[in-house]
């Protein structure tokens, strides 16, 4: 992307450096098969790398560059002298005569939405209407108002192509992890093909962005529109665009994986899981079922004003609020049990101030003067919506599941109903299904592994996160078919008691391996697989931090 320019910075516009192996890999991709060297665009060229390595690599015969920052464009310049330079915004495609393209490469501009100023998102918004008739305009509006500005770019840029033409672009794996790019992806599939998708699962392509990146090939509609593959590369990527440039094809270079085309909403398994998971998935058939079967699934605690309602019990006594409005509250996974699975009431370090909205205050002198002391709560932003302001809609839970994760997988479980805060979701067990059952088999590896290989991992932190709506559809073991349901809890209550560490120190913990033992015994064969699930997590898991430090 382009250089630092003087008015808005490289992050306003979404611009970012892309390495020379990483533009050697797209273009690469984007010209195998052509017979000679062609015309090649690069609709967001910034500094000009694309171009000058398509120059260089003897891959096109003509490039030309457009971008909407001259400081950028200077740049390209001096490196690609011999470049057609156009400054300009792409969606003015037309206008700038940037028809009927045969072959396109880059990096396209990533700015996150609420970043986006609502004249551009109106031009974006009326460009698409005129030029996808097909599309639905709500699906559009819906791609432009909630996705990342790369999103309506590339959606512009296969309209630019002609039938059956390439472009291949780096992207965000966040395409692959959001609800805008699942989207996204519908969309495109009308209009044009992902063929192939390729990661470095090794590499950090963007040391300065919070992001892991991805090259993508597409296709300008033509026949056939095959399914898409994920190409994950076993070379360094520098290694890999060498061979790919010496004749070598992509199945020599990575792992490939075939998806299905109409789920796009899988893809990011395809693109990230160890082969373990898949193995372990095939063989375990109907045992695995979504978690939104055994149980409804809610988020825990936002109280609009923590200050207000979350209260220190070491403070709770001088208030002399009855206890019935003072419900045990649980913060975040291991606090309430000092880094263990089993949340104890009594130790836990807040209490939620619970208040039904039918209760009269004037009865409560105590809790009339503990809110009297916030005389400004009724008017903040977070609260107005609430009548009355200081109550609190609560549903106590047993079992939890994390919203995200780093080096521990830890699913808290209490004995008694507590309240939770919207760092865990609560989980509240339909009708047949055991609660503290279900709680082993969340806090057994399976489900670990069913966390790491399909959970959201696009920022580049390292961090794992999962939403209400990909909890439903979390594949776990159906605790309703556990073989042995007695030592599975005998196992997880030894489990429970103890401080729960890193997966690669928890691997081979006796008490951890005689959990899984209990839970794969619901299923024929699946025993076979509890070394290499173990295996499978430590490495992913390791792999994932291992990228976001480097």
């Known amino acids: 992307m382009a250089r630092e320019s003087a008015q808005p910075t490289r992050h306003q516009l979404g611009q970012w450096f892309t390495p020379e192996p ?49 400081v950028a464009l200077a740049s390209a310049r001096t490196r690609v002298p011999k470049a057609d330079l156009v400054h300009g915004d792409f969606f003015d495609a037309q206008a700038l005569q940037l028809e009927d393209l045969h072959t396109m490469v880059g990096n396209p501009p990533y700015v996150r939405q609420e970043r986006v100023p609502a004249h551009h998102k109106g031009k974006m918004l009326e460009t698409l209407v005129g030029d996808w008739p097909s599309l639905p305009p709500a699906e559009l509006e819906k791609l432009v108002a909630q996705g990342d500005m790369a999103a309506p770019f590339l959606l512009k840029c296969m309209h630019q192509l002609a039938p059956g033409g390439r472009a291949a672009f780096v992207l965000s794996s966040a395409f692959f992890d959001t609800g805008y790019g699942v989207r996204f992806w519908r969309l495109l599939k009308e209009v044009a093909s992902l063929e192939l998708v390729v990661d470095a ?77 898949f193995a372990f998935a095939k063989a375990a058939g109907s045992t695995l079922v979504p978690l939104g079967e055994l149980c409804e699934i809610r988020r825990g605690l936002t109280s609009g004003a923590n200050d207000i309602f979350y209260i220190e019990r070491s403070k709770a006594s001088a208030l002399n609020i009855a206890a019935a409005f003072l419900l045990p509250l649980l913060r975040a996974p291991g606090k309430g049990g000092h880094g263990r699975i089993e949340v104890i ?69 209490c004995r008694v109903p507590i309240v939770a805060d919207q760092r865990v979701y609560c989980l509240h067990p339909r009708p047949g299904v055991d609660a503290e059952l279900l709680a082993a088999v969340l806090n057994a590896t399976p489900t670990a592994l069913a966390l790491e290989s399909l959970g959201r991992a696009s920022m ?50 006796q008490d951890r391996r005689a959990l899984d033992a209990g839970i794969l015994s619901a299923g024929g064969t699946l025993l076979e697989h509890q070394r290499a699930l173990a295996e499978a997590l430590v490495a992913a898991v390791d792999g994932r931090l291992r990228r976001s430090r480097v």
């Open 22 to 70: 990483v533009a050697d890999l797209a273009l690469l991709l984007a010209t195998r098969g052509q017979t000679q060297p062609g015309r090649i665009v690069d609709p967001s060229c910034g500094d000009g790398v694309f171009l000058q390595r398509a120059l260089q690599l003897g891959l096109a015969s003509t490039v030309c560059g457009v971008d909407v920052d001259e």
């Open 460 to 509: 580049g932190q390292g961090a794992l996160e999962w939403s209400v709506g990909d909890a439903a559809h979390l594949p776990v073991i159906d605790p309703r078919k556990l073989a042995e349901p007695a030592s599975v809890r005998r196992a997880f209550r030894s489990l429970c008691t103890r401080h729960v560490g890193k997966v690669r120190d928890e691997a081979d913990c």
């Open 201 to 277: 699962p090794e590499e950090r392509w963007f040391q300065e962005a919070a992001v892991h990146t991805v090259v993508a090939l597409l296709v300008r509609h033509g026949e056939p529109r095959i399914p898409p593959s994920f190409a994950r590369l076993r070379v360094p990527t520098s290694l890999a665009a060498e061979r790919l440039r010496g004749g070598a094809a992509i199945e020599e270079l990575a792992e490939l994986r075939p998806a299905a085309r109409e789920t796009p909403e899988a893809w990011a398994a395809a693109l990230r899981a160890p082969s373990e998971w």
């Open 345 to 413: 009431d009594d130790a836990c370090e807040f209490f939620a101030l619970v208040l039904p909205p039918m209760l009269k205050l004037e009865d409560h002198p105590a809790i009339a003067a503990y809110l009297h002391g916030f005389a400004d709560a009724e008017r903040r932003a977070s609260l107005a919506a609430r009548n009355p302001w200081w109550s609190l809609s609560v549903r106590p839970a047993q079992v939890f599941l994390s919203k995200a994760y780093s080096e521990r997988f830890v699913q808290p479980f």
